[in-house]
């Protein structure tokens, strides 16, 4: 695990590339001295519009609310570092849990687009739902705690991401493909709580600890108007460039448009975080669908 500092030194790192990029590209499609093309001019036509086909004016940003109903999953991997405890795997499985998630996105140009989301979620767990298995039999412990007394774990995410995609591919307004590059922080806060030993006398004791990731991944953004209400949105992205940890994450949302600044949206979302520390891995997994409220301006 990394200390907190270094966390955040990477993720500014990571920020500051894709705001970078971002304004790049802004300045790139809004120089005032170079002539115009015949694309260009396509581009700028009532033609090549939202506005002309669908007699609407494109709205160039959206302010979204959505609700994960998240199945969190934990899973260890312990190699044998000599102390005869056996290398293996222990799994914790989480109760589902709701979370919320905040979601700006400026389209700033017909292929630009800068992605802003913020999300949380708190979920809890107890020893029924730990699995072990561990190649010497014996009971694996940390800090000196039985596993299987632990009584109840907790588990709070709080992530940040900012994304930047470049729709270039585009298929007679109604196909948007292109790249994309993420960069995202995670904050893991996690406790738990232990049974006292059989015939000891005292209360539960507990324990916490905070610990966090950052990562700049890349990915792809894709877009497919199947009407002039409905579209379907994939962002998936997961091949790493720097960070601690690598990130998968896979987001696939219907929109439906009820007025020209009001949509409805249902979605699939599946992400996983790995974390290393020497030959020891923790992973976890979170996926289930979403429902959410948009507003377009």
Same mark, same amino acid.
């Given at each position: 695990?990394?200390?907190?500092?270094?966390?955040?030194?990477?993720?500014?790192?990571?920020?500051?590339?894709?705001?970078?990029?971002?304004?790049?590209?802004?300045?790139?499609?809004?120089?005032?001295?170079?002539?115009?093309?015949?694309?260009?001019?396509?581009?700028?036509?009532?033609?090549?519009?939202?506005?002309?086909?669908?007699?609407?004016?494109? !709205?160039?940003?959206?302010?979204?609310?959505?609700?994960?109903? /998240?199945?969190? !999953?934990? !899973?260890?991997?312990?190699?044998?570092?000599?102390?005869?405890?056996?290398?293996?795997?222990?799994?914790?499985?989480?109760?589902?849990?709701?979370?919320?998630?905040?979601?700006?996105?400026?389209?700033?140009?017909?292929?630009?687009?800068?992605?802003?989301?913020?999300?949380?979620?708190?979920?809890?767990?107890?020893?029924?739902?730990?699995?072990?298995?561990?190649?010497?039999?014996? /009971?694996?412990?940390?800090?000196?705690?039985?596993?299987?007394?632990?009584?109840?774990?907790? *588990?709070?995410?709080?992530?940040?991401?900012?994304?930047?995609?470049?729709?270039?591919?585009?298929?007679?307004?109604?196909?948007?493909?292109?790249?994309?590059?993420?960069?995202?922080?995670?904050?893991?806060?996690?406790?738990?709580?232990?049974?006292?030993?059989?015939?000891?006398?005292? /209360?539960?004791?507990?324990?916490?600890?905070?610990?966090?990731?950052?990562?700049?991944?890349?990915?792809?953004?894709?877009?497919?108007?199947?009407?002039?209400?409905?579209?379907?949105?994939?962002?998936?992205?997961?091949?790493?460039?720097?960070? *601690?940890?690598?990130?998968?994450?896979?987001?696939?949302?219907?929109?439906?448009?009820?007025?020209?600044?009001?949509?409805?949206?249902?979605?699939?979302?599946?992400?996983?975080?790995?974390?290393?520390?020497?030959?020891?891995?923790?992973?976890?997994?979170?996926?289930?669908?979403?429902?959410?409220?948009?507003?377009?301006?």
């Amino acid at each position: 695990m990394a200390t907190r500092s270094t966390v955040f030194v990477s993720l500014l790192c990571a920020i500051m590339c894709t705001l970078i990029l971002s304004s790049l590209a802004y300045s790139q499609t809004h120089r005032s001295k170079v002539p115009k093309t015949s694309s260009d001019e396509e581009e700028a036509s009532p033609s090549a519009t939202q506005q002309n086909r669908n007699g609407e004016k494109e !709205k160039k940003m959206e302010l979204g609310f959505r609700y994960w109903m /998240v199945s969190p !999953k934990a !899973k260890a991997t312990i190699v044998d570092n000599g102390s005869g405890a056996g290398s293996g795997t222990a799994v914790l499985n989480f109760d589902r849990s709701n979370s919320p998630e905040f979601r700006y996105n400026w389209r700033f140009t017909r292929r630009n687009n800068l992605k802003i989301d913020y999300l949380q979620m708190s979920t809890d767990s107890n020893s029924g739902n730990l699995s072990l298995n561990l190649s010497s039999g014996t /009971v694996f412990t940390l800090n000196n705690i039985n596993l299987n007394s632990i009584a109840q774990a907790n *588990l709070d995410v709080k992530q940040l991401r900012i994304g930047y995609s470049w729709q270039g591919l585009r298929i007679k307004e109604r196909i948007k493909v292109g790249p994309m590059i993420e960069a995202r922080g995670m904050l893991f806060d996690a406790s738990y709580t232990v049974r006292p030993n059989t015939g000891a006398v005292g /209360v539960s004791q507990s324990d916490s600890g905070t610990f966090g990731t950052g990562a700049l991944t890349l990915g792809m953004d894709t877009s497919v108007i199947l009407h002039r209400r409905v579209e379907v949105a994939s962002a998936i992205s997961g091949i790493p460039i720097a960070g *601690l940890g690598r990130v998968f994450d896979a987001d696939t949302e219907a929109k439906f448009s009820l007025s020209q600044n009001l949509q409805l949206s249902t979605a699939y979302r599946y992400m996983r975080v790995r974390v290393n520390s020497g030959q020891n891995l923790a992973e976890l997994n979170f996926r289930g669908p979403v429902f959410g409220i948009g507003f377009k301006f």
